[in-house]
């Protein structure tokens, strides 16, 4: 009668413990499913946020009002013609670029493309403000792109294809491809010119499309 007992109750001891090796398994399997089914998401979300954040970075953009002309960063030069607007209202504000006989290019952006962003831009666009005190056939934006001072790109807009309207603000936007290979350590300057005539430049906005 012991003996039965025994083997009865190892018996049930052994189903007991296959039952609980199951049981684990199936916790362990049924956790791993749901680890991976997390971990699909998770990717999803990542791509979400990779994919606004590409958007949001399509583009890297500067700004001059020519208001705070002292505390501007070293890559705009030629500071000197920003003045107080005394002739006409300026665009905005009280000061812009101001070119004549003497200064004959507005205030300048210059820099090297490495210090602008890794990627390499396939376009700059420059959206901004001029007033035209004369009729100039010959004014507008210039983008000069070179390699120790050997200019390697040149590219004009005349801001006659937009109005030569004198007397009032016009606003425009030069839109110049890059349509030559380019490297990082190839500078960039962007300036207008009147060549020699009165211009006043005002609210330049500069986008280096990607």
């Known amino acids: 009668m012991l003996q039965m007992l025994y083997f009865c109750t190892a018996k049930n001891k052994l189903k007991h413990q296959k039952f609980m090796k199951r049981l684990f398994i199936l916790i362990a399997v049924t956790g791993f499913l749901f680890s991976c089914s997390n971990s699909s998401q998770a990717p999803a979300t990542d791509d979400s946020a990779t994919q606004i954040n590409a958007a949001e970075d399509n583009q890297t953009v500067f700004e001059n009002d020519m208001e705070n002309v002292a505390s501007l960063p070293a890559f705009w030069i030629n500071s000197k013609v920003v003045v107080k607007m005394d002739e006409v209202p300026a665009h905005s504000g009280n000061f812009a670029s101001k070119l004549d006989a003497t200064e004959k290019y507005s205030i300048t952006f210059r820099e090297y493309f490495s210090n602008i962003n890794a990627r390499l831009p396939k376009r700059v666009v420059v959206n901004g403000w001029y007033y035209l ?55 960039i300057k962007i300036f207008a010119s009147g060549f020699g005539e009165k211009l006043f430049i005002d609210d330049l906005k500069i986008s280096f499309e990607y």
């Open 133 to 187: 005190p004369e009729a100039n056939e010959k004014s507008g934006m210039v983008m000069d792109i070179n390699e120790n001072n050997q200019t390697y790109i040149w590219k004009a807009y005349n801001f006659s294809d937009v109005s030569n309207i004198t007397g009032q603000w016009q606003e425009f936007t030069a839109y110049f491809t890059i349509d030559q290979p380019i490297k990082p350590e190839h500078q």
